[in-house]
T-cell receptor, first 115, second 111 residues
């Protein structure tokens, strides 16, 4: 069975600084996707970034980038130039590409950006 | 805007009552997923429908049921409500090879 672990329940970062959120997962699948979702105080779930397991190149979306280490089963999110609007809960998610229910979410990391 | 709509936005009811939550997926998406998120908790997967058929079941209580209609909208029915059922209920849609797109959620308060 797949599992997703986010070992940092809470983190804080100064505005304009860089922060890295950790995520590890366990799977025997070879083909899968990984995602980071953001849930701000509005509680809306917003997709931040996605990574296909077959791609070696790390995904990047503006200030957000990932460090995907397939062999280590690690998928961390780096937020550069942190902004107050980045304050949110961040969930790491795993999606397998075969079988029935596909999505496994981590328990989340609460990030607070300090002015 | 994800393209997924959920109604109502808020729902307040009493213990023992029954409510129905509604979800309309993004245009073209055949899959609908339901999640429960209690206060400061992660997402608990409840159930998935694909093109009208139940595809996968998670930690869904027997008091809860869902269905997906021919027009692909879905309803989640919660009955014999208890205080502990108070939560944010998300619907998400997607196709089988893509990420999920979440609706804004329905906040259920059981008094």
């Amino acid at each position: 069975a797949q599992t997703v672990t986010q070992s940092q329940p809470e983190m804080s970062v100064q505005e304009a600084e860089t922060v890295t959120l950790s995520c590890t997962y366990d799977t025997s699948e070879n083909n899968y996707y990984l995602f980071w979702y953001k849930q701000p105080p509005s509680r809306q779930m917003i997709l931040v970034i996605r990574q296909e397991a077959y791609k070696q190149q790390n995904a990047t979306e503006n200030r957000f980038s990932v460090n995907f280490q397939k062999a280590a089963k690690s998928f961390s999110l780096k937020i550069s130039d942190s902004q107050l609007g980045d304050t949110a809960m961040y969930f790491c998610a795993f999606m397998k590409t075969s079988g029935t229910y596909k999505y496994i979410f981590g328990t989340g990391t609460r990030l607070k950006v300090l002015a | 805007d994800s393209g997924v709509t959920q109604t109502p936005k808020h729902l307040i009811t009493a213990t023992g009552q029954r409510v129905t939550l509604r979800c309309s997926p993004r245009s073209g998406d055949l899959s609908v997923y339901w999640y429960q998120q209690s206060l400061d908790q992660g997402l608990q997967f409840l159930i998935q429908y694909y093109n009208g058929e139940e595809r996968a079941k998670g930690n869904i209580l027997e008091r809860f049921s869902a269905q997906q209609f021919p027009d692909l909208h879905s309803e989640l029915n919660l009955s014999s409500l208890e205080l502990g059922d108070s939560a944010l209920y998300f619907c998400a849609s997607g196709d089988l090879a893509n990420e999920q797109f979440f609706g804004p959620g329905t906040r259920l308060t059981v008094l």
